[in-house]
């Protein structure tokens, strides 16, 4: 049995625990908030035995094997190696960091406490990313020519919500254009070029961003992430010899159309009780039982391959944090 702990207890931490108590084999065994009555609270809401007033007090004691930071992104380096240094294996919500520099801090933590750590990107551990890569390397859509996917829905007007804040990491590009990124780097790798522009809100973050990926074989990625309004949410990967729609919202990969010049249309659909946070548990709980540090689906290295393109995208839009 693997430990669980939770650090924080926002919106996603709901969704997170909810999912935790589904897979076997994972214990959730403790809950930290830097309030002891909002600890509390979530300790009894999941079956929680015990709940911690402190980050700090979690990472002190012996009461679990791993934790999932559910932190703000300004928050997730600090977090991270609060508890690599105390060598509890980490499972750290997506950005793994604000930028490379934290990024590559946070795994140089694990590496010097040969402790595990993984940057929470659910999508690559869900049934559908894995049918979808092995439709692509069977070569069923032939050669990669194109790339779209968008995602965008209408975010909070709160200004001191941590999606508008700038000091808490907020923007549209991190906080969901790392899907759209996500995508088109797993199907293809790290760009040649990267270029971006950005519509920027109240508060300074980006609220909209357009980017394009393009690649020395003539491929593009055409890319968009908004909080402005709800979009398709849909992805398409054109090749030679065929085209994969993935349906809304595709991050979460719930079905895709297949049409190959061979088999013709094939639908895909990958339904599931759990809001999918399960998955990728069960990858982590796997590396736990058998030593692993890193995930091979997921490792460090593609975690540093995602923020330098992050970064690059960042810098070509003009996007700054205050920080």
């Known amino acids: 049995m693997v430990r669980w702990g939770i650090v924080g207890t926002g919106r996603i931490a709901h969704k997170f625990a909810e999912d935790l108590l589904g897979v076997h084999g994972a214990i959730p065994a403790a809950v930290a908030s830097r309030s002891p009555a909002k600890a509390q609270a979530f300790a009894e809401a999941y079956g929680i035995s015990r709940a911690f007033g402190t980050y700090e007090d979690l990472a002190q004691s012996q009461d679990v094997d791993v934790v999932y930071i559910a932190s703000p992104h300004s928050e997730h380096r600090s977090n991270t190696n609060l508890y690599l240094k105390n060598r509890i294996a980490v499972l750290c919500e997506k950005p793994i960091g604000i930028d490379m520099d934290e990024a590559k801090d946070m795994i140089q933590t694990a590496k010097q406490h040969n402790t595990f750590l993984m940057e929470a990107l659910w999508t690559r551990f869900m049934p559908g990313c894995h049918a979808l890569l092995d439709i692509i390397k069977d070569g069923k859509i032939g050669t990669i020519q194109f790339i779209s996917a968008n995602f965008g829905f209408k975010a909070e007007a709160d200004p001191t919500h941590r999606?508008?804040?700038?000091?808490?990491?907020?923007?549209?590009?991190?906080?969901?254009?790392?899907?759209?990124?996500?995508?088109?780097?797993?199907?293809?790798?790290?760009?040649?070029?990267?270029?971006?522009?950005?519509?920027?809100?109240?508060?300074?973050?980006?609220?909209?961003?357009?980017?394009?990926?393009?690649?020395s074989s003539g491929i593009e990625a055409k890319l968009y992430c908004t909080f402005e309004k709800t979009t398709s949410n849909e992805a398409i990967i054109k090749g030679t010899k065929g085209h994969i729609k993935i349906h809304s919202r595709f991050h979460e990969m719930p079905a895709f159309n297949l049409l190959d010049q061979k088999e013709g249309h094939k639908l895909f659909n990958f339904p599931r009780t759990s809001f999918g946070y399960n998955y990728e548990i069960e990858a982590v709980n796997d590396c736990i039982l058998n030593n692993q540090k890193e995930h091979p689906q997921w490792t460090w290295q593609d975690s540093t391959n995602l923020m330098s393109i992050l970064d690059r995208t960042r810098k070509s839009a003009g996007i700054h944090y205050d920080l």
């Open 163 to 215: 999606v508008l804040n700038p000091r808490l990491g907020g923007g549209a590009l991190l906080d969901i254009g790392i899907y759209p990124a996500f995508l088109a780097y797993l199907i293809m790798g790290v760009p040649d070029h990267i270029s971006a522009i950005c519509k920027k809100g109240e508060t300074g973050v980006d609220v909209s961003t357009d980017f394009t990926f393009s690649y």
